[in-house]
């Protein structure tokens, strides 16, 4: 019995637990988006940075509105991307280039779409480092040219902003986003997956097996009746041929 409940709970910490979070797009009024997904698996951070196309553009990686010159790690893009860091009153200086293109496809309606992915943390001191479990929110400020050139001027209009990070769910398409309803219940649960289920096992808080249902045609919505189960708090098992995920319920 007691195998079971520490199993039923491991089950319960892993399903809820996510490996990826992301601040959405985040928009600057100067025709600038920006958005950053943090992977814990991969140690990766992936930018996909979206300007216009007639002119040089950039973003400024953990400074705020009166930072200093030498306080902010930059990315710019002229005619490719370069990686960059804020010294004295000109033009930010080259740094080790520490991001990979994923993708430069070509520009749609004057807008150019960057897929950029660096280590959430590295050596390279000038870079802003973004460990998973602390990094929280960050904050920015996108730089576009005033007028149509590539060429790096001192004419430029920047945007102050703050992305917060959003825990990502693991997988859309798995057992982990089946959607049980109502919940509470004192008739029945309906059990609606992305996916096919072959067996449903209802437990109770002790561990102990209170009902079981077969799927024999693997369907992807399933009626529990727990009409005669006592009021409580209890888990499903979800199981097919693949994956197992738990689900907390409440019979009232």
Request: charged residues 15%; contains cysteine; glycine residues 8%.
């Amino acid at each position: 019995m007691k195998k079971i409940t520490s199993l039923l709970f491991c089950f319960l910490f892993l399903s809820s637990f996510s490996q990826s979070k992301s601040t959405g797009d985040i928009s600057f009024s100067n025709g600038l988006t920006a958005n950053f997904t943090l992977n814990k698996t991969t140690a990766k951070v992936t930018l996909v940075l979206k300007g216009p196309s007639d002119r040089w553009f950039g973003l400024g990686l953990g400074v705020v509105r009166g930072f200093g010159m030498s306080a902010g790690d930059v990315l710019v893009y002229t005619t490719s991307l370069t990686d960059r860091n804020f010294i004295g009153q000109g033009s930010p200086a080259n740094d080790v280039q520490d991001w990979t293109t994923v993708s430069n496809p070509l520009p749609v309606a004057g807008v150019r779409t960057l897929t950029l992915e660096r280590n959430l943390e590295n050596s390279d001191s000038k870079d802003l480092q973004l460990p998973y479990d602390s990094t929280n929110s960050i904050n920015l400020v996108g730089v576009r040219a005033s007028v149509a050139t590539t060429g790096l001027s001192s004419s430029h209009l920047y945007i102050y902003n703050t992305g917060t990070f959003s825990t990502l769910g693991v997988e859309d398409f798995s057992l982990n986003a089946t959607s049980i309803y109502p919940n509470p219940a004192s008739g029945a649960f309906y059990i609606k997956t992305k996916t096919n289920l072959s067996k449903v096992n209802l437990y109770n808080q002790t561990g102990a097996l209170v009902r079981t249902i077969k799927v024999t045609d693997y369907s992807k919505e399933v009626e529990l009746s727990v009409s005669n189960v006592q009021a409580g708090v209890y888990f499903l098992e979800l199981q097919n041929d693949s994956e197992k995920s738990w689900k907390k319920v409440i019979v009232n």
